[in-house]
């Protein structure tokens, strides 16, 4: 039971990793990634949040988790689209839930790379 009552519980939220990303890692012709240049990127650390909300909430609120300083337009969400991340368009994150981003939907990208 959370002590702040407008603060849910630990068991009803969901931890997703941020990453930095290289930017040499992109193909700026078809704006993804390949999965096989994962292992370039740099770990910011993990927030902890509420499956329902939505891309753009957290957008929204990406100071909170991150500090002040984050620049948030700078951010981008991606999407397993076969052997690649794919850049979530913006209309897509007031559709898209923060459960879809959390295991077990998250992409199952193989140790090999």
């Known amino acids: 039971m ?3 009552p407008s603060r849910p519980a630990s068991s009803e939220l969901v931890e997703l990793h941020v990453f930095y990303v ?3 890692s ?3 012709k078809l704006n993804t990634i390949s999965i096989e240049v994962i292992n370039k990127f740099i ?4 927030i902890r949040v509420s499956p329902q909300l939505t891309l753009q909430a957290l957008r929204e609120r990406l100071g909170e988790f991150l500090g002040e300083d ?3 337009e700078k951010f981008l969400f991606l999407k397993c689209i076969g052997n690649n991340l794919a850049v979530v368009k913006e209309k897509q994150e007031s559709e898209l ?3 879809s981003f959390a295991p077990p939907y ?3 990208i193989s140790n090999s790379y």
């Open 106 to 108: 998250v992409c199952n």
């Open 43 to 46: 770990s910011a650390g993990f």
């Open 97 to 99: 839930k923060l459960k």
């Open 2 to 4: 959370s002590l702040n």
């Open 26 to 28: 992109w193909n700026y």
């Open 70 to 72: 984050a620049v948030t």
């Open 22 to 24: 290289p930017e040499g």
